[in-house]
């Protein structure tokens, strides 16, 4: 809490690659098939957004 969206973005790409790591002791052959942390947004669109904390939100609306 109380980061900025270079924060989220850090911590996105160390769960990814916490994801992706544990997929890859799984499943071996599928390193090519699952993106780096590197490469992820070239493969998936990322969006940020932030809240008020104590505020309540609908569909990314404030509400109080």
Known sequence: MGGD???AR???LRAWTRH???LL???PERM???P???EMERHFRV???EFDLGAGYRD???LV
């Open 5 to 7: 969206a270079s924060d």
């Open 10 to 12: 850090a911590a996105l």
């Open 20 to 22: 992706r790591d544990e």
């Open 25 to 27: 002791a799984r499943y």
């Open 32 to 34: 090519n098939a699952i």
């Open 36 to 38: 780096d942390a590197s």
């Open 47 to 49: 969006h940020y957004l």
């Open 60 to 62: 990314g609306d404030r």
